[in-house]
């Protein structure tokens, strides 16, 4: 449990001797329990208190990366049950399985296929991000080659459009690490050590750090040895809550500290009951042994019954989730259900400020502005396109905020407007001077008039209403 | 006991909605006399703040304090070396032994947070029978702007005699932001002057 700010000043020297920029010990240790402020900064700090308030600021879940160096992928590390309490990090990663029974064309097409599952939506690049080689033919050898061809092929291509409206919005949920790098990391699905191994000396070179599935109970040991010597992480696989927590320690014990929990049975309905209960136990009484990222596998059925499945399980709390469709109608929706629960709740959606044209507008067309309030910028471009008139939309940086609440937080004022207007130098898209501003900021009309020497227009206060304002006022 | 909000509102409002966030508790029967606590209120707290606060103490700022939004006329700290607590109200300012102003401590102790160490309480609170009974009382404060002594110097000296401090001595003997205005400061003040809080046991 994280400590309190007075359990955390008994551990502080209680000197007050300033030396952390701060007046008492008292005040530095708040600032600790409210994790505004870092250790290191006291320098009188015993060592063994460094030990024990490492240990309680230790993340109750741990990251764990794997991937290639140039396309990392990060799991895990969540720190809360519900988006809303603060945000989700780490998006869940989609991965899909190819078989080692396939070779030749086959082979190369499920490659390719797999490749192919790069999307753009809102602004930003989603995607398959794991490839998953699993172990069907049961023997080392083909498993070996596939996971190795798997390595050099496996690259997707640049993001398809036309699933949704190509739309620029920069604040994408997936930070710098989850971008979409060169090429896709592999999990290796396989409970035979030999197997492991022989795919790992084939692909050392090519692949990074990829993620082995699974130990088990059974082979728990070796197949501990085999991820310790490759570096790579761990799946621990096993059919209970309480098995798993057995497993991860034993792991541990092993010498291998980068684990991935994988619950191996039960119904949709028992998965999604005890991965929130291994949620719950992980975060909030802290049990380390369950304190891991976890992966789900949702192999066979239609694609639609794949869908609604994973669909579930990323809500739900899994870091990764394995799917066999290939299915660009089925993994879409997967990774929208990713993309909607990772985005930050705390911060607005954005779209870039700038000025955007609608239909082909000339010099002639209407100049209008609105703030950069994605949902505020997007019911007007809706219906600056119903009215089918082409125009100029001019829009200005608002932090994310709607017209009224930019304008009463006087973020939105002559000064901005003036500024966006000169940076998108809308004086050269248009011959007229004249710009449409929202009916309810009407009141800034004059200042802005003086501020920019342009005639202001102001427009109708819904922008439900701009197709007929357009078509008669302006004209 | 905050002071921004009485009893009585907290009636009204739960007369207009009886579902709304004003909610009558049954007691229940008290399992930790000293520091104020009984089950059913404990088992209330759990149920609303969904298992975010686990019990509350009527009677102590240093065991599950009570919490508060953020609305409270005071906040009253730890001063850990002095061995008594300092209370600030809003309308002080300036920087307060502790090390904290009150917009810092108002964003330690606000939002449902539990705080062990500190509370946010009304001005009136202060000269209540069961103010920090769990610690000692007034008898552990050691620091007080001199506006806030001003504002609750009658009750507070009643309260003080009934308590067997000496009224308007015991005032005296807290220091104020014209006679200290660091821990340090506040200690020789104290020590000084032959404060009660010098000579009891340490709060936590
Ligand atoms: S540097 Fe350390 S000892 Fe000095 S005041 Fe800060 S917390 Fe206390």
């Known amino acids: 449990m994280a400590l309190t700010g007075l359990e955390i000043f008994k551990l502080l020297p209680k000197t007050n001797c ?54 990392q992928l990060t799991v895990g590390q969540e720190t809360v049950m519900f988006r809303h309490e603060e945000k989700f990090y780490n998006p869940t990663v989609l991965a899909v399985t ?15 296929a797999v490749n192919s599952l790069q999307f753009e939506r809102v602004g930003t690049k989603i995607g398959v991000r794991a490839i998953a080689v699993t172990n069907d033919s049961g023997s080392p050898e083909p498993f070996a080659q596939v996971c190795a061809q798997a390595a050099k092929q496996a690259c997707p ?65 070796e197949m501990a040895k085999v991820a310790k010597e490759n570096g790579c992480p761990l799946v621990a696989k096993a059919e209970s809550i309480e098995a798993l927590a057995d497993l991860s320690e034993k792991i541990k014990a092993a010498g291998v500290e980068d684990i991935v929990l994988n619950l191996s049975t039960g119904s949709l309905k028992e998965k999604l009951y005890n991965m929130t209960r291994m949620r719950v136990l992980s975060l909030k009484k802290v049990f380390r042994p369950l304190g891991y990222p976890t992966v789900s596998f949702v192999l066979g059925g239609s694609p639609e019954q794949q869908m609604a499945e994973a669909c579930s399980l990323i809500c739900k709390y899994s870091s990764i989730v394995v799917v066999e469709t290939v299915e660009p109608y089925a993994i879409l929706p997967m990774l929208t259900c990713v993309m909607n629960i990772f985005t930050d709740p705390q911060k607005p959606v954005q779209v870039e400020p700038k000025v ?22 997007y019911t007007v471009e809706s219906d600056v396109e119903a009215s089918r008139v082409p125009s100029y939309i001019l829009v200005v940086d608002t932090e994310g905020t709607s017209v009224l609440t930019a304008y009463s937080g006087d973020k939105l ?14 004086a050269s898209l248009v011959k007229h001077r004249k710009l449409i501003i929202p009916g309810y900021v009407a009141v800034m009309s004059g200042k802005l008039e003086e501020a920019t020497n342009w005639e202001v227009m102001v427009g109708p206060r819904e922008s439900a209403m701009l197709p007929k304002y357009l078509k008669e006022v302006w004209k | 006991m905050c002071g921004a909000y009485s009893w009585l509102d907290c009636r009204a409002a739960y007369e207009i909605t009886p579902s709304g966030p004003n909610q009558p508790i049954a007691k229940g029967s008290c399992i930790e006399p000293k520091i104020g606590q009984w089950d059913k209120i404990n088992a209330f ?30 906040i009253a700290a730890v001063l850990p070396s002095t061995g008594g607590i300092m209370i600030a109200n809003r309308e002080f300012a300036e920087m307060t032994p502790c090390g904290m102003k009150f917009s810092t401590l108002a964003g330690t102790v606000g939002g449902g947070q539990q705080t062990p160490g500190f509370i946010g309480h009304s001005k009136h609170y202060i000269n209540s029978r069961k103010f920090i009974a769990a610690e000692g009382g007034i008898r552990r404060i ?9 504002e609750i110097k009658d009750n507070f000296i009643k309260r003080a005699q009934e308590l067997g401090l000496g009224g308007e001595e015991f005032l005296a003997k807290i220091a104020d932001e014209t006679t200290a205005a660091t821990e340090e400061q506040v200690l020789e003040f104290i020590t000084r002057a032959g404060h009660p809080a010098t000579s009891m046991e340490p709060m936590f």
């Open chain 1, 356 to 377: 955007y044209a609608i239909g082909e507008p000339g010099e002639n067309s209407p100049l209008m502005f609105t703030t950069n309030f994605s949902l505020t910028y």
């Open chain 1, 157 to 221: 291509e640049p993001g398809r459009g036309g699933w949704s409206r190509e739309r620029r919005a920069n604040n994408s949920p997936a930070d710098s690490s989850t971008s979409l790098g060169t090429s896709l990391a592999l999990i290796l699905v396989t409970e035979s050590p030999q197997a492991a191994a022989a795919a790992l000396k084939q692909i050392k070179d090519t692949a990074g750090t990829p993620l082995l599935a699974a130990a088990t109970a059974k082979n728990a040991e």
């Open chain 1, 413 to 426: 004022n002559e000064k901005t407007v003036a500024d966006a207007m000169a940076k998108g130098n809308v």
């Open chain 2, 142 to 150: 050691v620091w007080m702007p001199t506006m806030l002594k001003e």
């Open chain 1, 98 to 112: 190819i078989s080692d029974k396939l070779s030749g064309n086959d082979l190369n097409s499920r490659i390719k």
């Open chain 2, 45 to 74: 707290v759990q149920q609303v703040s969904r298992g975010g606060v686990q019990r509350m103490s009527q009677y102590s700022m240093i065991t599950d304090p009570m919490t508060s939004c953020g609305c409270f006329e005071c």
């Open chain 1, 18 to 71: 300033k030396k952390c920029g701060m007046p008492t010990c008292l005040a530095f240790a708040m600032q600790l329990a409210q994790k505004r402020a870092k250790l290191e900064d006291c320098p009188h700090v015993s060592q063994e208190s460094k030990q024990k308030l490492a240990a309680a600021a230790a993340p109750p879940m741990r990251k764990v990366v794997f991937g290639r160096k140039d396309a």
